[in-house]
């Protein structure tokens, strides 16, 4: 059985201030997914990697993709109160199944 | 503009009158799937459908049935729901060969 964890499970933290999340599994993955959920409304893909060692960064995103790609990170930089959501990983098997199962994901809030 | 279509956002019902949620993507996405979302359960998928009439079972499915009739919309039934089944309901997209799911905005549905 898969297992999938995601720590810290809730982070607040004041703006300006960086952060990291991480997201860790028992498993190898083909790929992984990072999104953000607001209060009330569906989760928003940010970006998929797929390659281990991979190293993505978007603005004041940076995800890492680990190098046996069983785990990942997605740190933040010069936190904002608009950055407020849950974080959710999504590791996925590959193949031609696209399920995707995701983590309890990261609480994470913004205080101005 | 690109995007899933849930409906209703809220639903309130008593218990054992059976009920659909709809589910309607417009960029002919080949794969589609439910999920629930409870505090400290996560998201789980419920079933997913690589194609028209093609679905197959999630995590979760007890008490939950779905249909593809047609390549937009997978809508989903509950035919005598529970308590247990009051949950925010997540319907998600994706095309064959992307890595990233589309969500739509949510139904919250309360059984009583």
């Known amino acids: 059985t898969q297992l999938l964890e995601q720590s810290p499970q809730f982070l607040s933290i004041q703006e300006g201030e960086n952060l990291t999340v991480y997201c860790n599994s028992s498993?190898?993955?083909?790929?992984l997914q990072w999104y953000r959920q607001e209060p009330g409304e569906g989760p928003v893909l940010l970006v998929t990697?797929?390659?281990?060692?991979e190293v993505k960064k978007m603005k004041r995103l940076t995800f890492l993709f680990g190098d046996a790609r069983k785990d990942s990170s997605l740190h933040i930089t010069a936190a904002q109160p608009g950055d407020t959501g849950l974080y959710l990983c999504?590791?996925?098997?590959?193949?031609?199944?696209?399920?995707?199962?995701f983590g309890k994901g990261t609480l994470l809030t913004v205080n101005p | 503009e690109a995007q899933v279509t849930q409906n209703p956002r809220y639903l309130i019902t008593v218990t054992g009158k059976k009920l659909t949620v709809t589910c309607s993507q417009n960029?002919?996405?080949?794969?589609m799937s439910w999920y629930r979302q409870d505090p400290g359960l996560g998201l789980r998928q419920i079933y997913y459908?690589?194609?028209?009439?093609?679905?197959d079972k999630g995590d979760v499915p007890e008490g939950y049935k779905v249909s593809r009739k047609e390549k937009r919309n997978f809508p989903l039934i509950l035919e005598s729901p529970s308590p247990n089944q009051t949950s925010l309901y997540f319907c998600?997209?994706?095309?064959?060969?992307?890595?990233?799911?589309?969500f739509g905005s949510g139904t919250r549905l309360t059984v009583v």
């Open positions: 459908s690589m194609n028209v009439e093609v679905t």
């Open positions: 990697v797929v390659t281990g060692g």
């Open positions: 999504a590791p996925q098997g590959g193949g031609s199944n696209y399920k995707l199962t």
């Open positions: 498993s190898v993955f083909s790929s």
């Open positions: 998600a997209s994706s095309s064959a060969g992307n890595y990233g799911y589309t």
């Open positions: 960029m002919n996405h080949e794969y």
